[in-house]
């Protein structure tokens, strides 16, 4: 099975099962880590779901579209690496990505 490689706010890293055609958001949260809100269950409207990812990762995701753009915009802690982790789905590409929950707004 495909991992995806979550840290907490914290700095401890957990492997999870990436489940294929989920969203990164809901693979964290379905993993129960708390620290990821995604208060709009991710319709792309709250950025709460805010994550870094390692950077080497960034070009195997899906391009980001103008609301998430937009959206990050609003953070405080938006870096190169940002992304609102509802958008992109999991599928075996991204097989080992880490992604870091940023701190919260
Ligand atoms: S869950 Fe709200 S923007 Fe991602």
Same mark, same amino acid.
């Given at each position: ?9 914290? !700095?401890?890293?957990?492997? =999870? %099962? ?5 969203? =990164?958001m809901e693979i964290?949260?379905?993993? +129960? ?7 709009? +269950? !991710?319709? &792309?409207?709250? /950025?709460? &779901? ?9 070009? #195997?995701?899906? #391009?980001? +579209? /103008?609301? %998430? ?9 938006? !870096? ?8 992109p789905q999991f599928?075996? %590409?991204?097989? +080992?990505?880490?992604?870091?929950? /940023?701190? %919260?707004?």
């Amino acid at each position: 099975m495909p991992k995806l490689i979550v840290v907490t706010r914290d !700095g401890t890293e957990t492997v =999870v %099962e990436g489940k294929e055609g989920w969203s =990164v958001m809901e693979i964290i949260r379905d993993n +129960g880590f708390d620290e990821l809100l995604a208060l709009c +269950g !991710g319709c &792309c409207s709250c /950025a709460t &779901c805010h994550v870094q990812v390692d950077e080497c990762w960034l070009d #195997k995701l899906p #391009k980001m +579209g /103008a609301d %998430e753009d937009d959206l990050l915009d609003t953070s405080d802690h938006r !870096g190169p690496s940002s992304r609102l982790s509802c958008q992109p789905q999991f599928g075996p %590409e991204l097989d +080992g990505m880490r992604v870091r929950i /940023a701190p %919260e707004d």
